[in-house]
């Protein structure tokens, strides 16, 4: 049952913020407030417990019949990988809904309504052990994201809004057709029709055309991440989100797509995973590459922050698909890591936003001398996202990096070049905003409490697992070993055919 | 005739006789409200009366009519969807017609027609289905007599609705000519037999261009966009309910007992029809600034799709085709339901630019949020009955391996959103013109919209209901 109020909480939250909104707008930013904290505090109390008690692989499970007569059931479970990231999920939220407090004053209601709905569909895609239950969270994050940006983004909204929605829509409509070719194809095989993931994934990889099947899958999950060349929604959604959008769809939706192949395209695929995979490797390190460098050529902070997400989640890509013990807990910890830290360099680049209105470098320049406590946050994430070691994206990086060249020296050695390139871009992105002469006079109020407690608790987890990152490998490892295990038999298996 | 034939179908002579009384009546008191009323009683007890009449079932009453939970089913939902129409016309009318009391008896009387159709079980009630039903539209269409385009549009639906009967008159009389018969179920053996002449596969391919011509399929589609436009949008809501429904759950019981020996020639064809009509109904809604245009396309789209699972067969297909034209129906109503809302405080015209929608969600967000609905619906979005409709047609397709016709299906499915997006936005946008917020809907109206936009979102999160109930209806035309 717990699964399903951390599903429904935040949802139950956005109908009642809109019902309070009518009375007032603050009313209304409380309620979305409890509600998100709630679920927050109720997925940090069951890692705590789940850290202090012996449990199998799963942490939790709730099953029901749905729709019987098509084998759907209404089927939540819990382990370790979806602990780590319906805690960050949560987590990411309290932030959203705390950055938008005054940035947001239009239809302050259904703002809150489209987060929250936003975040209970997130969280049900990390929790969900149904395929068509899954398809379902999947499709259900797609509208309020679109309202979301579409409505309180910036100049370019509608554009981005469109180009968003059209590219996760039509890759899921791939992976929907995968879904129902897997039950029928499982279903003819074996006679047992049904969407759930435990039995098909008890299957083995014995569905016929697993291959296309599998391809299905990963264009849903290739546009989320985003992989080069399916990237190009990115930008535009993550420079006209509103700060909050921002931070949700760099620090969580992302997320889902690496989630999405590790949890359903390699285990359910593992042959044709693993003839991927090497393709998938490559594109991943093109990813690095080709982010880092555009990244370094933006004039625009989001738009910048936002390459540096395709940089990162191409390290996420080739640590998932390395399959070695430490490239996928490098992978965990890079997509909490990154989550916190891009998420960060977002809420920053709402603060100038919303204190400059503007994010253009050329116009920012010199506010370290007016904004100090901003600058040493600016500083502080920038470095997080170049990987400096004691912040979290180092040990992800870096266990990625080790892990790949166990398996393949050639790609991790041209992979560490992004880290040269991610050096140039971060510490540009504070030479431009931070550093120089004050030529416009910039006179700005410098953070407040809302705004340092919001940073400051970011900072503090983004120490947490640069210093401290061993609880989260525990939670996560059992999680990985059947991916492990795949990535590294269908692999030795393929070389041996040849 | 026995007692248990006319139990069996009752709901037919409910509407029938209802109808003649309401017409004579509204002769002598032609007020609005009388015959508002009046129709409004005689299709709720027509509703009432299936639950009189499923005890009888399955039986088939007079050669003509075969009254089984099948066409109880789709009576059901013709009766509901004319009652929705009705109650949006309540207020549509007020400022467009004095004497408005022919128009609810009109729409009792295409019910008529539409319940006979779907209840056929031989060529003649089909026809005379048909014809009953094309009668009550010219009139329906062209009622706003002062509106251009509604005359327009009643004349270009009497030519399509001739041309249609033409072609099936002679088809049935190139069957008949073949196979001496016109009912269903004797026409299946003798067609199976494979001794036939060219004369019964000609007929029935003319049967099915009428059929085609009625549903709209490419490429007998031409009608229907400006068919749409022209009406008053709750008859154009009708017209794309109820009567696309009773005549495809015609072909469907048509091609299903006629068919004991599968029929690959005939299954071409209509793939070759499906892909055509949803690829050209998707591609050509791309291109409206016209909403009542724009959702013309769509619902030829959505006949596109509604025609895979007739190829795929049971036991998904038929299901998903009862299970799709529930949803489709509730949501094509509220759609329309919220145009002809906008529209009723006109004298004339009507709200149907995709301008004339821009910020309207400031002006009535309850109406903006019930056309989003609807509009998420259509796409096939989670937490509306859209969402499981399209999945079950996908799943008939992927169960008898018609994977090509799948993933055509899966991209019409996202160009589709395309469109369905621009109407979207522009209600979510802000204005600049008018900001004057739009009245309310009246009382008959608003328990439209709410009722369909229960039925939308119910299905979509817990469709199994319904799902149980399109089951057993369609378990005995394919067993």
């Known amino acids: 049952m717990v699964l399903t109020w951390l599903v429904v909480i935040p949802a139950i939250g956005g109908v009642l913020a809109w019902i309070a909104s009518a009375r007032s707008n603050s009313l209304a930013r409380w309620v979305a407030l409890a509600a998100i904290a709630v679920d927050f505090a109720l997925a940090a109390g069951l890692w705590i417990s789940a850290a202090l008690t012996r449990h199998g692989t799963l942490i939790a499970q709730q099953q029901a019949p749905w729709i019987p007569q098509f084998g759907i059931s209404y089927h939540l479970a819990m382990d370790g990988l979806s602990l780590l990231l319906v805690t960050l999920t949560t987590l990411l939220g309290v932030v959203s809904v705390a950055v938008s407090w005054t940035e947001i004053q239009d239809r302050v209601g259904a703002f809150h309504f489209a987060m929250l709905m936003l975040l209970s569909g997130i969280i049900g895609v990390f929790l969900a052990y149904d395929l068509v239950l899954f398809y379902f969270f999947w499709e259900l994050m797609l509208v309020p994201m679109y309202f979301v940006i579409g409505l309180w983004g910036h100049e370019n909204r509608i554009y981005a809004a469109i180009k968003f929605f059209l590219f996760t829509f039509i890759s899921g409509l791939f992976m929907l057709a995968s879904i129902l070719g897997v039950f029928i194809l499982h279903g003819s095989a074996t006679g047992r029709y049904t969407f759930d993931y435990t039995t098909l994934m008890a299957a083995g990889g014995a569905i016929p055309y697993s291959f296309w099947l599998m391809l299905g899958f990963f264009a849903a999950f290739a546009v989320k991440l985003p992989m080069v060349p399916l990237h190009t929604w990115l930008p535009d959604a993550h420079t006209e989100a509103p700060t909050a959008g921002s931070v949700i769809l760099a620090g969580l939706l992302l997320k889902t797509g690496a989630y999405g192949i590790i949890r359903f395209a390699i285990p359910l695929f593992p042959m044709a995973s693993g003839e991927v995979r090497q393709a998938a490797m490559i594109l991943g390190t093109v990813g690095i590459l080709y982010g880092a460098v555009l990244a370094f050529a933006q004039s625009d902070f989001k738009r910048m922050v936002a390459y540096t997400s395709v940089s990162h989640l191409g390290f996420v890509l080739l640590g998932i698909y390395a399959g070695t013990r430490i490239a996928l807990q490098g992978a965990v910890i890079e997509i909490l890591a990154h989550g916190i830290s891009t998420g960060a360099l977002f809420v920053i680049a709402g603060v100038l936003q919303e204190r400059t209105h503007t994010r253009d470098f050329d116009k920012l320049g010199g506010l370290w001398a007016a904004v100090p406590k901003l600058g040493g946050f600016t500083l502080l994430f920038a470095m997080a996202a170049l990987g400096l070691p004691g912040l979290g994206n180092f040990v992800g990086e870096f266990m990625i990096l080790l892990g790949t060249f166990a398996v393949s020296p050639a790609i991790a050695i041209v992979a560490t070049v992004g880290f040269v390139l991610s050096v140039v871009y971060a510490l540009r992105l504070v030479q431009r905003s931070m550093y120089g002469p004050n030529e416009n006079d910039w006179a700005l109020p410098d953070l407040g409490a809302r705004e340092m407690a919001i940073l400051g608790g970011m900072a503090a987890v983004i120490f947490w697992l640069g210093l401290n990152p061993q609880p989260v490998f525990n939670t996560a490892r059992r999680s990985l070993e059947s991916v492990r295990q795949i990535l590294t038999t269908s692999s030795t298996e393929a070389r041996y055919d040849k | 005739m026995s007692f248990v034939d006319l139990q069996a179908i009752l709901p037919l002579l409910v509407t029938a006789y209802g109808g003649a009384v309401l017409m004579t009546l509204v002769a002598f008191a032609p007020g609005r409200r009388f015959a508002f009323g009046g129709a409004l009683a005689v299709l709720i007890a027509a509703f009432g009366s299936i639950f009189g009449a499923f005890p009888a079932s399955p039986r088939q009453a007079t050669p003509l009519l075969i009254i089984d939970p099948y066409s109880l089913y789709f009576a059901g939902l013709v009766l509901i969807a004319s009652i929705l129409v009705t109650l949006l016309c309540h207020r549509y009318l007020q400022p467009r017609e004095k004497t408005s009391g022919a128009l609810f008896a009109l729409i009792v009387f295409a019910t008529v027609g539409m319940i006979t159709i779907a209840a056929s079980a031989h060529f003649v009630s089909f026809f005379l289905g048909l014809e009953t039903l094309s009668i009550s539209l010219y009139g329906l269409i062209g009622y706003t007599r002062r509106r251009k385009q509604s005359l327009e549009a009643a004349a270009k639906y009497l030519v399509l609705a001739a041309t249609a009967s033409a072609f099936l008159l002679f088809g049935i009389a190139l069957i008949y000519l073949d196979t001496g018969t016109m009912d269903f179920l004797r026409l299946g053996p003798l067609l199976a037999s494979g001794e036939r002449s060219m004369s019964a596969y000609l007929g029935l391919v003319m049967v099915l261009v009428a059929i085609g011509f009625k549903l709209a399929f490419v490429p007998f589609h031409m009608w229907s966009p400006d068919v749409y436009q022209g009406a008053p949008a709750p008859v154009t809501a009708l017209i794309a309910t109820g009567s696309k429904g009773a005549v495809l759950a015609l072909l469907l019981r048509l091609v299903y007992t006629t068919s004991t ?195 939308i979102v119910f299905f979509g999160v817990y469709p199994t209901p319904l799902l149980k109930l399109a089951e057993a209806a369609t378990r005995i035309i394919a067993p």
Do not use: C
């Open chain 2, 261 to 455: 020996a599968p029929k690959p020639w005939l299954f071409a064809v209509l793939a070759v029809l499906s892909i055509a009509t949803m690829s050209v109904g998707n591609l050509l809604a791309l291109l409206q600034t016209n909403v009542k245009r724009l959702l013309a396309y769509s619902s030829i789209a959505h006949l596109g799709y509604l025609i895979i699972p007739l190829i795929a067969g049971p036991p998904i297909g038929p299901l998903s085709i009862a299970f799709y034209l529930a949803s489709y129906f509730a949501t094509n109503i509220a759609a329309f339901g919220v145009v002809s809302v906008l529209s009723a405080p006109m004298e004339v015209g009507e709200v149907e630019e995709i301008g004339e929608y821009r910020g309207l969600s400031r002006r009535n967000p309850l109406l903006a949020a019930t056309m989003a609905l609807a509009l998420l619906s259509l796409t096939g979005i989670p937490l509306t009955s859209g969402f499981f409709a399209k999945l079950y047609i996908l799943s008939s397709a992927a169960q008898r391996g018609l994977w090509a016709l799948l993933v055509i299906a899966v991209i019409n499915s996202g160009i589709s959103a395309f469109y369905y997006l621009r109407v979207l936005i522009a209600m979510y946008t802000r204005a600049d013109g008018d900001q004057t917020p739009f009245p309310k809907p009246g009382a008959a109206a608003a328990l439209a919209l709410g009722f369909s936009v229960a039925v």
